[in-house]
């Protein structure tokens, strides 16, 4: 099983992409979906593997930016 994480803000381009994206991933992809708003201590960890702005998408350690709601920098 792939497994994908989806970092967002919260705002309203991250709630769009979600709704937009996720449902076309295959069932056999397992997503966590971490709000960066209310889960702080993960901000580390999505600069770790690359994400620069918020929405994206990581899957199999390849970040897909999607649209621009957010630099990461203002997360913290």
């Keep these: 099983m ?3 994480t989806y970092y967002h803000a919260g705002c309203p381009v991250c ?5 937009a994206l996720l449902q076309h991933l295959s069932p056999n992809v397992k997503v966590d979906i971490i ?4 889960q702080p ?3 580390a960890e999505a600069e770790r593997v ?3 702005s918020v929405p ?5 350690g390849n970040v897909l930016h999607i649209n ?3 630099p990461i920098e203002a997360l913290k």
């Design 50 to 52: 690359g994400v620069k």
């Design 15 to 19: 709630v769009s992409a979600e709704e």
């Design 41 to 43: 201590d993960r901000v």
């Design 56 to 60: 994206a998408l990581v899957i199999d």
């Design 35 to 38: 709000h960066l708003g209310e």
């Design 2 to 4: 792939t497994k994908a």
């Design 68 to 70: 621009f709601g957010a």
